[in-house]
């Protein structure tokens, strides 16, 4: 009898999990929506403060609720607070850039992420990289190019910022990867959120009445509230829906689907903004996608190739 329903178990876990990755890949550019509308009236330090402050006061009670342990030692705690800052950076970034660019073309850059994080695997942990996920490296950086370049004519720098985040994300990750064994997922988005909120409160206080542009806090009005609120809603529902998808099934399923955030993009940011990406930038898009969905499955193949699998 268990025999036979352990493989359904299974599955059904793993289709939980996918699950919960499509729904991440829904929810997630709501949290860029709601920050881009934000935008309009609200600096971007201030938007990117409410999202760790409203997402401590969210997580808060599920902490407590679980009775999950609050204690920290000082490597984990050190780790913590890099996580966080690194956060911080890339929501600064990503905010600050879709403000003027359209959703989707900030998240296509980000999308380099993954190339990021191999190229420092090799460099940070001597992680093994042949010459074919260093080609599809090559290309997918390539059509971050094509991406960015329309976008530097027409925004400025400010079409660099996505690439910032990206980087700064890598970083994130490869902290997370270090934390994630020393403490629950929960207490992490916690410790996360309550150290990121002090840092940005600080900056924002520090920032008050000096006429910033991007830092100098205002008093939001109508729907502003309502934008705010988003912001910190989707992005805890978003994240823990990705940390609960890790918990169900493996990552090296679920890799693939996070490239269906973009098509949600592109949705979002066409009924709400009436953006939509021109030739240039869906030939960028395809190329970071199809060379990001190329080292996932030689990821795999390397993988069953170890001994044991």
Not at 127 to 132: E, L
């Amino acid at each position: 009898m268990t025999a036979t329903l352990a493989p359904a178990h299974v599955t059904g876990r793993t289709y939980r999990g996918v699950g919960l990755m499509l729904g991440f890949c829904v929810m997630a550019p709501l949290l860029d929506v709601s920050a881009k509308l934000a935008t309009a009236t609200i600096p971007v330090g201030q938007i990117t403060t409410a999202r760790f402050v409203l997402q401590f006061a969210l997580m808060l009670p599920v902490a407590v609720w679980m009775g999950l342990g609050w204690g920290l030692d000082r490597r984990t705690f050190g780790l913590m607070v890099v996580r966080a800052l690194l956060l911080v950076a890339s929501t600064f970034t990503f905010v600050a850039a879709v403000e003027v660019m359209p959703i989707a073309d900030a998240l296509a850059i980000v999308f380099v992420e993954p190339f990021i994080l191999l190229i420092l695997g090799y460099l940070l942990f001597r992680d093994s990289i042949g010459p074919r996920r260093i080609a599809a490296s090559v290309v997918g950086f390539g059509g971050a190019l094509l991406v960015i370049q329309p976008s530097l004519d027409a925004y400025g720098w400010v079409a660099l910022y996505p690439l910032a985040c990206a980087f700064a994300f890598a970083f994130y990750m490869l902290i997370t990867r270090a934390a994630s064994p020393l403490m629950h997922p929960v207490m992490m988005q916690v410790h996360t959120s309550w150290i990121g909120s002090i840092f940005c409160l600080v900056a924002v206080w520090a920032y008050d009445g000096s006429g910033s542009a991007i830092l100098d806090p205002v008093m939001p009005q109508g729907w502003a509230w309502a934008w705010l609120m988003g912001v910190g809603f989707w992005a805890t529902v978003s994240h823990m829906s990705i940390t609960y998808a890790l918990k169900y099934a493996p990552s090296a399923t679920l890799a693939p689907l996070h490239y269906t955030e973009l098509v949600s993009a592109v949705l979002y940011g066409y009924l709400v903004f009436g953006d939509f990406p021109n030739r240039i930038t869906w030939i960028g898009i395809a190329l970071i996608t199809g060379s990001g969905l190329y080292i996932i499955w030689r990821e795999r193949q390397m993988s069953r190739a170890l001994p044991g699998h």
